[in-house]
């Protein structure tokens, strides 16, 4: 595709609930990111994909998130157990390949709006 | 561990007024600034990468330029569709917050134009 997908564009649940959010990257890109913005606030890395090794999950704020990407395409971020300060937007980045320059810029989904009740 | 701080936090403009927003920031090694900007209800939009103190880059009425501490990004005669929030961000060589490949943001400044 043209950028990256995220789906669903938003997601409603109930507090202790599981949820799957899906991120499509641009077609061959390497690297992919997970970011979680809160209102009035820029985003917060979460957690970083080359191809199907996540290289560094050092932003996830609790063992109830875990991402995948097992064929190094598709990525998905699980939440279990929601909370109530999970509610957040939740963004998905790919880029071409670790280098510099032009390769090394990150293009941003439009993101998942996660409301936990 | 890597920081951002831009100001001010909002501002509003009227149309073909000129200005600057201010994007302060410690990093360990800077790898890469970047710009961003974001209309409500998308993902951030990529506008600029700056590399080096010194360095600047324009796109129509945006330009960016870069010190050893601190990024601006000048809008010049701004026009009501540049209203949008604007999200610095940096990438470090060395492990911290962000992580070695991941950005650490800035809030934003929330720019709005009036016509």
Same mark, same amino acid.
């Given at each position: 595709g043209a950028g990256? %997908? @995220?789906s669903p564009r938003y997601k409603v649940a109930k507090r202790g609930q599981d949820v799957a959010l899906r991120c499509d990257p641009i077609s061959g890109?390497?690297?992919?990111?997970?970011? @979680? @913005?809160?209102?009035?606030?820029g985003p917060e890395f979460l957690t970083y994909f080359q191809n199907e090794a996540q290289l560094? +999950? %050092?932003?996830?704020? %609790?063992?109830?998130f875990f991402a995948e990407r097992p064929e190094g395409s598709v990525s998905t971020? +699980?939440?279990?157990?929601? @909370?109530?300060?999970?509610?957040?937007?939740?963004?998905?980045? %790919?880029?071409?390949?670790p280098g510099e320059g032009g390769q090394n810029i990150q293009y941003f989904g439009a993101g998942t709006r996660l409301s936990v009740l | 561990?890597?920081?951002v701080t831009q100001s001010p936090e909002a501002l509003r403009l009227q149309e073909g007024e000129?200005?600057?927003?201010n994007c302060s920031y410690t990093v360990s090694g800077l790898r890469?600034?970047?710009?961003?900007?974001?209309?409500?209800?998308?993902?951030?939009?990529? #506008?600029?990468? #700056?590399?080096?103190?010194?360095?600047? /880059?324009? /796109?129509?009425? #945006? /330009?960016?330029? #870069?010190t050893k501490k601190e990024s601006f990004l000048h809008i010049t005669a701004p026009k009501p569709e540049d209203s949008a929030t604007y999200l610095c961000a940096v990438?470090?060589?060395?492990?911290?917050?962000?992580?070695?490949?991941?950005l650490t943001f800035g809030k934003g400044t929330h720019l709005i134009i009036q016509p």
């Open positions: 990256v %997908s @995220q890109h390497v690297s992919l990111f997970w970011y @979680q @913005q809160a209102l009035g606030q560094d +999950k %050092s932003g996830l704020p %609790s063992d109830r971020l +699980k939440i279990q157990r929601t @909370q109530q300060e999970d509610s957040a937007v939740y963004l998905c980045a %790919s880029r071409h390949y | 561990e890597d920081q000129s200005s600057s927003l890469g600034l970047f710009w961003y900007r974001q209309d409500p209800g998308k993902g951030p939009e990529f #506008l600029f990468t #700056l590399y080096s103190a010194g360095e600047e /880059k324009e /796109k129509e009425r #945006l /330009k960016a330029t #870069l990438q470090g060589y060395m492990y911290s917050g962000g992580g070695a490949d991941g």
